[in-house]
């Protein structure tokens, strides 16, 4: 079993900032890409930012110079930083990791946390 856990939602000004962390735990052998992806009210779920394990990034145009995405390899977590945030970045914010099993070798999975609430509002 793989389990992807966030934390750091919440509520925030215009203006604002926020950090959200992704863990990962369970039968892991590797992982390749983590990212975090968004849906807000009525539209569809859009790629925010995604790091590959060497280290590459890749950002959606409405959150470059805004946002910044890591990775802390040896505890299998992501992060989003979350700079000057508009009312258009209120989401539900989902992490995502593509992930190769200790138990199912050979296969990689795409695994996804249950989402955490980003709300920007004045």
């Known amino acids: 079993q793989v389990q992807l856990v966030e934390s750091g939602g919440g509520l925030v000004q215009p203006g604002g900032s926020l950090r959200l962390s992704c863990a990962a735990s369970?039968?892991?052998?590797?992982?390749?890409?983590m990212g975090w992806y968004r849906q807000a009210p009525g539209k569809q779920r859009e790629l925010v930012a995604a790091v590959i394990n060497d280290g590459r990034v890749n950002f959606a145009d409405n959150v470059k110079g805004r946002f910044t995405i890591s990775r802390d390899n040896a505890k299998n977590t992501v992060y989003l930083q979350m700079n000057s945030l508009k009312p258009e970045d209120t989401a539900v914010y989902y992490c995502?990791?593509?992930?190769?099993?200790?138990?199912?070798?050979?296969?990689?999975?795409?695994?996804w946390g249950p989402g955490t609430q980003v709300t920007v509002s004045s």
């Open positions: 369970g039968s892991i052998f590797s992982i390749n890409s």
């Open positions: 995502n990791a593509d992930i190769t099993r200790s138990d199912i070798r050979g296969t990689q999975f795409r695994y």
